[in-house]
């Protein structure tokens, strides 16, 4: 069977009405067509999966069209998982192709970005064994690499918020594979053919040895989004319109990024988030849930200044500076006179101070100035009086 033709938007809801009405149907939380690369010796494993467009929590039509166009294709999606992979072929082209017939003429730019995957495809004499539709229906640990890189691109492109999905297992899902340029290699491969590829030419110049690309070999970055070597942010990253990413000892890991413009000189470890404002100097460092942290993601408030070489293992509220070369770590002794106290009351009302504090009893307040005695090293914590401001010209 194959789906007929669709005349006007009406028939396409009864379409889908009935596709929602079909015995088990779930709605996915997530779903999307991708291009899968495949190892050169092992061409079942899937290496990296590239999606033009995902849908998260959204187009709910276009999820059931597909649905019922892989059921007339005679592929039976699997609602009793928490996913579902599958490879298209030219019959369910066709008949997305006859389900979204009433959009097809106005998919273009923003619109329909669902047809204009299918029109894309439908241009293709044979689209082979390297596409694949990915439903996630949970977002439970994920057991696929679509699955992997469909909530990687929703972290990346702001559709899902960062530390919000379960991404549990996903390093030993992904292979481990040598990128050139945006195509990744197997290893084995690569060492068994290293003679006659170094020999005839075609060994490949490799940038990287990693599970994860690059955050710019998938996602388009904001306007005004600066990405000074493509190398400082991994793919899962989220960089919200005005982050600047300098080169040298800044880097940007996945599931981490910025909530606004911020100057990146530093390190922004995984689940790590800065807020709009700050600046991350050169070579500062914010410690991720596996360097020091007890687990606790951290955060960074608006406006604040983590300076050169410093490192900060405790969330911070708005309007902080830690000095240049400090450690600031959950378990660090401060002082706090009674005068710096009275000050930090004032934007930190509820707060309990005291003379002696960890600093981790300070975590998420607001105008902190961590600073360190010259004479006798002692770490004090004062009200910051320096505003924090970057540069619009450059955000």
Not at 178 to 193: K, Q
Not at 308 to 324: F, H, K
């Given at each position: 069977m194959a789906i007929e033709n669709i005349v006007t938007?009406?028939?396409?809801?009864?379409?889908?009405?009935?596709?929602?009405?079909?015995?088990?149907?779930?709605?996915?939380?997530?779903?999307?067509?991708?291009?899968?690369?495949?190892?050169?010796?092992?061409a079942e494993k899937i290496l990296q999966a590239t999606f033009p467009i995902i849908n998260w929590k959204?187009?709910?039509?276009?999820?059931?069209?597909?649905?019922?166009?892989?059921?007339?294709?005679?592929?039976n999606v699997d609602f009793s998982g928490s996913e579902f992979v599958a490879t298209i072929n030219d019959n369910f082209v066709r008949n997305s192709m006859a389900a979204f017939a009433p959009y097809i003429a106005e998919a273009t730019g923003d619109a329909h970005r669902n047809v204009q995957v299918i029109k894309a495809l439908s241009h293709l004499e044979d689209i082979g064994k390297n596409y694949r539709i990915v439903f996630l229906f949970e977002d439970d640990a994920p057991k696929s690499v679509e699955a992997v890189y469909l909530k990687l691109y929703a972290l990346s492109t702001g559709k899902a918020e960062l530390r919000s999905l379960?991404?549990?297992?996903?390093?030993?899902?992904?292979?481990?594979?040598?990128?050139?340029?945006?195509?990744?290699?197997?290893?084995?491969?690569?060492?068994?053919?290293?003679?006659?590829?170094?020999?005839?030419?075609?060994?490949?110049?490799?940038?990287?040895?990693?599970?994860?690309?690059?955050?710019?070999?998938?996602?388009?970055?904001?306007?005004?989004?600066r990405i000074l070597d493509s190398s400082k942010v991994r793919m899962g990253a989220q960089l919200a319109a005005g982050t600047t990413v300098m080169p040298g000892a800044s880097y940007i890991n996945f599931n981490a990024g910025t909530l606004g413009p911020v100057m990146v000189e530093g390190r922004i470890s995984s689940s790590a988030v800065v807020g709009s404002g700050s600046d991350v100097g050169g070579g500062a460092s914010i410690l991720g849930v596996l360097s020091g942290t007890d687990g606790n993601p951290i955060t960074i408030?608006?406006?604040?200044?983590?300076?050169?070489?410093?490192?900060?293992?405790?969330?911070?509220?708005?309007?902080?500076?830690?000095?240049?070369?400090?450690?600031?770590?959950?378990?660090?002794?401060v002082y706090i006179s009674d005068v710096e106290i009275f000050k930090l009351k004032e934007v930190n009302p509820h707060a309990t101070l005291s003379n002696i504090m960890k600093a981790a009893d300070l975590a998420g307040l607001n105008g902190l100035h961590f600073r360190s005695d010259s004479q006798s090293g002692q770490y004090l914590v004062k009200r910051s009086t320096k505003e924090v401001k970057l540069n619009e010209s450059l955000h």
């Open positions: 938007v009406e028939d396409f809801k009864q379409l889908v009405e009935s596709a929602k009405a079909g015995e088990g149907y779930r709605e996915p939380i997530a779903f999307g067509i991708t291009r899968v690369d495949r190892g050169q010796k092992n959204e187009n709910y039509g276009s999820a059931a069209v597909f649905i019922k166009a892989l059921a007339e294709s005679k592929i379960n991404l549990n297992g996903a390093f030993g899902v992904l292979s481990n594979v040598a990128w050139s340029g945006r195509t990744p290699y197997e290893l084995e491969y690569l060492r068994e053919n290293e003679i006659e590829m170094k020999i005839n030419g075609t060994y490949p110049t490799i940038e990287s040895v990693d599970k994860f690309p690059r955050y710019l070999q998938h996602i388009i970055p904001a306007e005004n989004t408030g608006r406006n604040t200044l983590l300076g050169a070489n410093s490192t900060t293992g405790i969330p911070l509220g708005d309007g902080c500076i830690v000095d240049g070369g400090l450690a600031i770590f959950a378990g660090t002794k």
